[in-house]
C-alpha cells in the first residue's frame, strides 16, 4: 500500500506538506524550525540502492522526530532526492543537479519557506557531494532571506567510535559498511548482501596531509579511488549495527534541532555591553 511510507510522528503529525494552507498560516512562526532533507539519486556500488542518500535521510530523521514533546515547534518538508553527484557521472542509475542547479532549487525553496513566515531553516543533508556546496549556500539564503539557517548532516563520526573500525571511519565513505549497515535497517530488502564488496581507496605510504575530504584534500571523482564503486568493507554491514547508528544518529539530530529552534541569531551581540576589554 502506497501510504505505508508516511508513518510515525515525522509523518502523522509534523510534515508541513501534509497540512492545508489555512493550518500552516496558523500556525506560530516565532519558534518554529523547517527542516529540508536534501539526499542524492546516485550509485552506491552494487550492493546498494540508488537511493541510498535521500533513504538514509528520511530513516534517521523518521528516528529523530520520535524524540520530539508536544511544544517542539519542528516540521519537515518533502526531500529534495537529488543533489549535486557530479563525482558519480557516468555510472548507471546516478541522477545529478548541476552546482548552479542545486543552488538555485534550494534558493526558491527556502524563499518559499519564508514567504510563509517561518523564519529557521534547516538545509538537513545526507550527501557528501552536497556538503561544502550547501555550506555556502546556507549563507546566500540568510542574506537573500533574512531567515536563520542552519546547516545539519545525517551523521556524526563522533557517536560511532565503538561500533565502527578506525580504517573503515577513515576511509569507508561511501557504501561502506556504515551506510550499507543504515539502510539495512532502513529498508533492508533493497539491499544485496552477496554482491556487497570490500573496496578501500589505497594512498601513497608518503602521504601525510592530503586525505579525501577535510582541510587539506585532493579534487577526485568515484573512478579515481575506486574499481567498484563503493569505499570501505560492506561485508561487515549488520542490521544490528544499523538500527544502533539510526537510532544514535536519531538522538542526536532531535537534540541539534530542538536548539536550533530555540536559537536567536539576534542575541549575539547582547553581551556586548558588559564584555571586558581586558578580557
Not at 553581551?271 to 581586558?278: A, F, I, K, L, S
Request: aromatic share 8%; net charge negative.
Amino acid at each position: 500500500m502506497q501510504t505505508d511510507r508516511y508513518h510515525g510522528e515525522a509523518f502523522e503529525k509534523r510534515f508541513l506538506a501534509r497540512l492545508s494552507t489555512e493550518e500552516v498560516k496558523q500556525l506560530p512562526k516565532d519558534d518554529a524550525l523547517i527542516v529540508l532533507p536534501i539526499g542524492a539519486v546516485e550509485q552506491h556500488g552494487p550492493h546498494m540502492p540508488i537511493y541510498t542518500d535521500t533513504l538514509i535521510a528520511e530513516g534517521v530523521l523518521m528516528e529523530a522526530f520520535e524524540h520530539f514533546a508536544e511544544v517542539d515547534n519542528i516540521w519537515l518538508l518533502p526531500p529534495l532526492p537529488y543533489g549535486k553527484s557530479t563525482e558519480h557521472l557516468g555510472m548507471a542509475g546516478t541522477i545529478t543537479l548541476s552546482a548552479a542547479t542545486l543552488q538555485s532549487v534550494v534558493m526558491d525553496i527556502a524563499k518559499s519557506v519564508s514567504d510563509s513566515g517561518f523564519k529557521r531553516l534547516v538545509l538537513f543533508n545526507s550527501h557528501g557531494g552536497n556538503h561544502d556546496l550547501l555550506n555556502m549556500i546556507s549563507r546566500e539564503v540568510r542574506i537573500e532571506t533574512g531567515m536563520m539557517v542552519f546547516r545539519l548532516n545525517s551523521s556524526d563520526g563522533n557517536l560511532l567510535t565503538d561500533l565502527i573500525p578506525e580504517k573503515e571511519w577513515v576511509f569507508g565513505i561511501h557504501g561502506g559498511d556504515v551506510e550499507t549497515s543504515m539502510v539495512l535497517d532502513i529498508k533492508g530488502n533493497w539491499v544485496n548482501m552477496e554482491q556487497s564488496p570490500v573496496d578501500f581507496v589505497s594512498l601513497p605510504e608518503d602521504v601525510q596531509y592530503l586525505y579525501l575530504k577535510g582541510s587539506c584534500y585532493f579534487a577526485w571523482v568515484i573512478n579515481d579511488i575506486s574499481a567498484t564503486g563503493m569505499a570501505g568493507d560492506a561485508t561487515r554491514a549488520t542490521v544490528e549495527k544499523g538500527k544502533e547508528i539510526n537510532q544514535r544518529a536519531g538522538k542526536y539530530i532531535a537534540e541539534a534541532l530542538k536548539e536550533m529552534s530555540r536559537f536567536n541569531i539576534d542575541e549575539l551581540q547582547k553581551g556586548g555591553e558588559d564584555h571586558d576589554d581586558n578580557y
